[in-house]
């Protein structure tokens, strides 16, 4: 069965340093990968998302993602974070009947933004 | 559009009682689905429906049904509370040709007491 782990349950960064957030999948083939955030109290927001093709994918909010099938893992990076990036960023894969079954998300990663 | 829109937003039950959450979404997507986040555990999937009249059991299926007679609506009933029913319920949908991407509402935040 298809997994994803966030091996970092917090994570504190200074404001305007670089960050990266790991997720690691575990899939079949190639699958369909998913970052979300979801500001304190707030819905989940989709910030990227990888389907196919190039393995660097861009975001919204100067996010990107690298998609590595060697090592079966899609981080997260922002190279100078903001006070307001602080939230709960969750990695999800697509379910095991091909998407139609929803996501199987890892159980996030806190970011709290020292100033 | 709304999007995907759910009822209530907050809600207190006493244990034993039932309720539906309602969940509804002006996209025409064909795929919907339930998830209940918890601290710590991330976002686990209840139920899922492929279309109408189709549903299936996700991650956490036991004390909850659901029912899918339209494309837009996608109920999500609690049949008798438990406390460890105490959760924030997000609804979603999504399409095969936008890759499965979720569309989330703004969440149940649900109480049993």
């Known amino acids: 069965a298809q997994s994803v782990t966030q091996p970092d349950i917090h994570i504190t960064v200074s404001e305007g340093a670089s960050l990266e957030l790991r997720c690691n999948y575990s899939y079949g083939a190639t699958p369909y990968l998913f970052w979300y955030v979801q500001s304190p109290g707030q819905g989940l927001q989709l910030l990227l998302k990888?389907?196919?093709?190039?393995?660097l994918v861009q975001g919204i909010k100067g996010f990107e993602a690298e998609f590595k099938r060697s090592q079966s893992s899609f981080n997260l990076r922002k190279p100078s974070v903001h006070w307001s990036d602080a939230a709960e960023y969750f990695c999800?894969?697509?379910?095991?009947?091909?998407?139609?079954?929803?996501?199987?998300f890892g159980k996030g990663t806190h970011l709290i933004i020292q100033p | 559009n709304a999007g995907v829109t759910q009822t209530p937003k907050f809600q207190v039950l006493k244990t034993g009682q039932s309720m539906t959450l309602q969940c509804a979404q002006d996209m025409n997507h064909e795929y919907m689905s339930w998830y209940r986040q918890d601290p710590g555990m991330g976002l686990r999937l209840i139920h899922y429906s492929v279309g109408a009249g189709i549903t299936d059991q996700g991650e956490v299926p036991n004390g909850y049904n659901v029912s899918r007679s339209t494309t837009e609506d996608f109920p999500l009933r609690l049949l008798s509370a438990a406390p460890s029913q105490t959760s924030v319920y997000f609804c979603?949908?999504?399409?095969?040709?936008?890759?499965?991407?979720?569309?989330f509402g703004p969440g149940t935040r649900l109480t049993v007491t």
């Open positions: 990888y389907f196919s093709g190039d393995t």
């Open positions: 999800a894969v697509e379910g095991s009947g091909g998407g139609a079954d929803g996501l199987t």
């Open positions: 979603a949908s999504s399409r095969r040709t936008i890759g499965y991407e979720q569309y």
